[in-house]
C-alpha cells in the first residue's frame, strides 16, 4: 500500500485512495485547520491548469528547461511522466509509484526524499511552452509543431532598459510550483528535473519566497520589496468574465491554436528593485511613484484599498493629486484600452548585488489572454514614463504559452501533441 | 502610541508595552495557537544572544558585511543602532520608532514595511565579528581591538576540496536572521543593512529555505537535499552541560578574549550538493554513504534515529555494516575526543548551475566553543575519507566571533567595545 508522507511517518493514515478523493481547496479530513484556513491540496486536473486562479500560495519554484533531444517521441513521454508525478506530487504523494525509501536497494529511488513528513502545502503545478520549443534558435522545427505555434507567442521585443541576462532569460519548457512551503516546491521542481535527465536540462531557475498577489477575494494583499502592497486590482479567481476576457485563451482567438483554448500565456520578468536607493526615498516620494499610500494602499485621490483611483483629481501645482508618471496610472486598464492580467509575483532576494547591497526584487509572473494586447503596450508604457522604472532594472524575461488542463489520461500538451 | 506590525493593520490590539512583556517561547496572548506551537516571539536580550539554543526556525537569512569605515565611534554607533533595531523587530516592531507609513513626509521612513502585517515569526537576529575585524587584509587594527581577538578566531585553514568564492565567503561582521516566516527574515537583514549605510556594506547574503537542524528535544529531524534526517545527533537546547561543554565559551578559556565569555564560534559553510548525481545512486548505496536509513534516519547498526550506532557491528565481507568511510562515523564525537556542535544550517537553492542542475546544497551554520577542536578536526576528516565528500562542493566559508548577549541599555558587543 502507497501512504502519503504524512502517512509514511505515522502521522495520520491517509492512503492513496481517501487522498486522491481530496476536493479541489477543501481541507483535508486529517489536517489541522490552521488559522488561515489553508487548503491541503488544489486538484492536479481540470479544465485550466492549476496554479493560475489557485489563491496565490506563499512560496514559488519556477524553472525554465532546455529540451537537449530532437526526439518528439522522447518530448512527448517526459510530458507524460511529469503529469504523473505532478499529479501525485500535489496530492503530496511521492514523485513515483515506488517512492523514496522503498523499493530494491540496488536502484535509486523514484522520489528524491526531502518532502518527506510535510503536508502537501497547497502546492500547484503549471507547465508552459516557449516559443523556442515550437522553432528554435536555427529556425527548426525540432518537434513538429511549427506551425501550430501561436501567433501571440512570438518572443516579447526589446523593452527600453532592459539588460537581460540570457541564463536568466527563455526557455524551451516552464514549470511554475506554488506552495505554502517552499521544500515542497523545491521538491516538485527537482523531481521534475530528476525525471528529465538526458531529455531537458535546467535553463534557470527563481525562488520566490513571498507572494505579492492577491488571486483570490478570499486573500490580503501582501507587500513588495518597496514595502508596498502589490496586487491590489489583479484579475481575481472570483471574476469569471473577467477571466474569459483577460487570462483564458478562446478557441477562436488563433485558428492556427486551437490547441491552446482554455490555456493562457505566462510571462516572466525578473525585476531587480534598487532597494536601497528606494529606502532612502522620503514617503511622499515613494508614495507619489506608486500613486497609493503605503500604510493602506488606498490612491492618493483618496478612499480605501479598493477605491478606484480618481486619475483627474487636482492636486497641488497644476499637478493631478496622482502625479502623470505613478505608476498606477501608467498601468492602469483605462490607460491600455482595458487590458487587464492576472498576476502571481513573487519577492525574491538572491545573494548580493556587486554594489555591495542586496539583489533583491520581484520576480513577475503575469498570466494573460494574449501578451501583444495584455502585457505588451504596459511595459513598453511603463519603461517610458513610469516613475518606478528609476528604481528597476529587469534582468531576465521570457514568454510561455499554457495549455489547458488535463482529464486523467491525458497528459499536459495533449491538445498539442496528441 | 507605536502598534507592533499587527496592531497597525488592526488584527489585534498589542500596543508595544504589551509585546514588551512576552516571554521568551511563548505563544503570544493575541496570537492564534497554530498546530505546530510556534511561539510568536523570543527575547532579543539574556546573558546568550538568540538565535543559537532556540529552536531552529523554519526560513534562514544570513549576511556578512564589511565594514567600509575606519571610524571606531562609527562602528559602535552602527552596533547601538542594530541592536535597538534588532530588540525592536523581534518583538514585531518596525525598524525604527516612527515605522514605516507615518512620520514626515519628507523623509524616508525608518522602516521599510514589506513586513507590515506579518507576525513576529518567532524572529532571531544573532550578530557575529569576524577575524577581519580585529585584523584587516593589510594587517591593519582598525578599531584597537587587535590585542583582543581569540586566538581561536584565526581564519579556518584551507581544506582539501574546498573551491571558495571570495563573494561567498569571510566579512568583518555577520547577522544571522532566522524566521518561521521568510519575508520576516529578510526584513530584519534588510533593515539592518540600511541602518548601516555608509558604515558596512552587504559582502554576502544567503537565504535558506528549509531548516536541517534541531535545536531542541520538542523539534522532529527535518530533511536535506539529499532526502535524509539531518541533525540527530545536534547538541540540544536542553542539553545544558553539553552546551556549557560544546558551545558556550568559558571566562577562562582564553585571557585576550574574555569579552566573549558566554559567546560562541560562528561556522558557516556553504556546502554545495551535486543533487543531480547523488539522485542516481541507488538506495542501498545513499544509505552506506550516510550510515543511517533513509526511511527512519536510524544507525545501519539498527534501532530507531535516536539509537547510539554500533559501529562494531559486524557486515558482509568482512566490513562493518556501518562502513568505514560513512558519514556518521566519520563525524562521530567517538573519532574527534568527544567533540560536538550546536548545528543550524538550512537547505538552499540558487538559481542554477553551469551543468544544467539546480545549485543546491546545505547552508551550514554551527555554533562551537572552540572551532580548532570542535570544527576544523572533523572537517579535515570529512575531506579525507567521508563518503559524502564525492556530492559536496563546499564554495563558502566564514568564522565569527559570536560575542554574549545583551541586558537592556547594553549593546552588541559592549564587552568588546565598552
Known sequence: MR??????????????????????????????????????????RG?????????????????????V?????????????????????TRGLPAGEIGPVEG????????????????????????????????????????????RMPAALEPLPHFPGDELDPARSDGDLCVQACADDPQVAVHAIRNLARLGFGTVSVRWSQLGFGRTSTTSVTQDTPRN???????????KAEETTALEDHVWVGAEDDPDAAWLAGGSYLVARRIGMHIE????QPLADQEAFVG???????????????TEPDFEMPGSNDQPVIPVDAHVRVVHPGAHDGARMLRRGYNFVDGTNPLGGLDAGLFFVAYVRDPRTHFTPVQLAMAK??????????????????PPGTASGEHVGHTLFG
Open 3 to 44: 501512504l502519503s508522507r504524512r502517512g509514511l511517518l505515522g502521522g495520520g493514515a491517509a492512503a492513496a485512495g481517501a487522498v486522491g478523493a481530496y476536493a479541489a481547496g477543501r481541507v483535508t479530513a486529517d489536517e489541522p485547520a490552521h488559522a488561515s484556513a489553508a487548503p491541503a491540496t488544489y486538484d492536479f
Open 47 to 67: 479544465a485550466h491548469q492549476a496554479g493560475i486562479t489557485t489563491p496565490a500560495q506563499d512560496r514559488l519554484h519556477f524553472a525554465a528547461f532546455d529540451v
Open 69 to 89: 533531444t530532437d526526439s518528439r517521441e522522447e518530448l512527448v513521454a517526459l510530458l507524460q511522466a511529469w503529469t504523473d508525478a505532478a499529479d501525485r506530487m
Open 104 to 147: 530494491a536497494a540496488n536502484l535509486p529511488p523514484d522520489d528524491t526524499g526531502e518532502a518527506i513528513g510535510l503536508a502537501p502545502g497547497g502546492l500547484t503545478i503549471t507547465f508552459g511552452f516557449g516559443p523556442s520549443l515550437f522553432r528554435d534558435a536555427e529556425g527548426r522545427d525540432r518537434f513538429g509543431i511549427a506551425d
Open 225 to 235: 520589496l518597496f514595502g508596498f502592497k502589490d496586487g491590489t486590482a489583479n484579475v
Open 277 to 280: 536607493v528606494w529606502d532612502r
Open 292 to 306: 497609493r499610500t503605503k500604510g493602506t494602499g488606498a490612491p492618493l485621490s483618496g478612499g480605501e484599498e479598493m
Open 385 to 402: 514614463s513610469d516613475a518606478l522604472t528609476e528604481y528597476l532594472q529587469v534582468t531576465g524575461s521570457a514568454l510561455f504559452a499554457v
